[in-house]
């Protein structure tokens, strides 16, 4: 009897800390592009010399107080974004759609003082009408790629589900460059990666929620689904812990080697029965805001090679959607665990017109790193696996999805 009581206070007790926060999976701007034939023109259009160029004149100059970050090509990896939930900020609530980004720090969403095309489409914050704002007055910068975006900080009441966050500094930001924005699903990002990358000064989100005490665990962690039909859920992320019913097996922790992403070491990839890659380890951060696996360009066109995917034009590797069931396993290694991959889970198809087209989701990008060779794990990765995020111990857990759920 007295045990059944214990139980029931530790449950009960646990799932009060945990803050559930549905995440939709919606068109990425590539594939929007891709459906409606313009990916190729927008691409040649928008290579990064091309843009920068063009953009250029369009940064206001020199705002004394401006801060300019450490560079990135987010802007780019985002153009693939696809997982997206819900927060506010504000008083009354104004209501804002978000990328969760294990890959950057910072939380901003356009501002109502920003003209730029992207910012029409998208909800804008309003700091006049909200009774809890409190201005700071810094401007900010965030590299974006080879574009800037600019900003003006604030503080407010966040909300993430039922979870309120007090006195959270976010950017508005008042120029958005280039074209990803304007197509963008999403309003803005909120950063879930250490504080030293973050390019605002002030406290991420996640460390204000653990200031705030307002998680039992300093956890986080994703489940992303693979399922692209609209009526099942895209995902979820839960603060303060792990969701049990979302995947079985042991969780594998993996130490964090660098705070500032979630940054880990990476034994080595391999391709089934061929190359191995990093044989003497690499690093790997893991991101939710990047959809592909990211690799050193050498590395990754021997692996294109290898799964015989072919370039196009535009710098995407297809493949013979018939040829899905022949192709090799990759198997990524982590703290002595195989993560293994399956044609089906690296290679993304997509329709166009009626037709199903099938691209490698490896992409080749050289990262700078002070350390060993640089690779992403993104969606591709973490759509078949759990992942957890500790800032408590400093590691990120994987585990096996439950297999009825990642269909
Ligand atoms: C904001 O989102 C919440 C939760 O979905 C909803 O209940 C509320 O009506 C929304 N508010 C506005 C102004 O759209």
Redesign the pocket.
Known sequence: MRWTVLTLICCTWTAHGLIRIPLRRMLSVRTQLRASNRLEVFMRDHQPDVFNRRYAQCYPPGIPSLRLGKSSERLYNFMDAQYYG?I?LGTP???FTVVFDTGSSDLWVPSSYCVSEACGMHHKFKAFESSTFNHDGRMFGIHYGKGHMLGIMGREILKIGPLTVQNQEFGESVYEPGFVFVMAKFDGVLGLAYPSLAEELGTPVFDSIMNQKSVDQPIFSFYLSKSKLPRDPGGELLLGGMDEALYSGPINWNPVTLKGYWQIKMSSIQVQGALTFCPHGCQAIIDTGTSLIIGPTRDILALQQLIGATPTSIGEYLIDCARLSSLPQVTIMLNGVEYVLTAESYVRREMMGDHEICFSGFQAEDLPSSTDPLWILGDVFLSDYYSIYDRGQDRVGFAKHDQCLSV
């Open positions: 819900l506010s609530q104004q209501n």
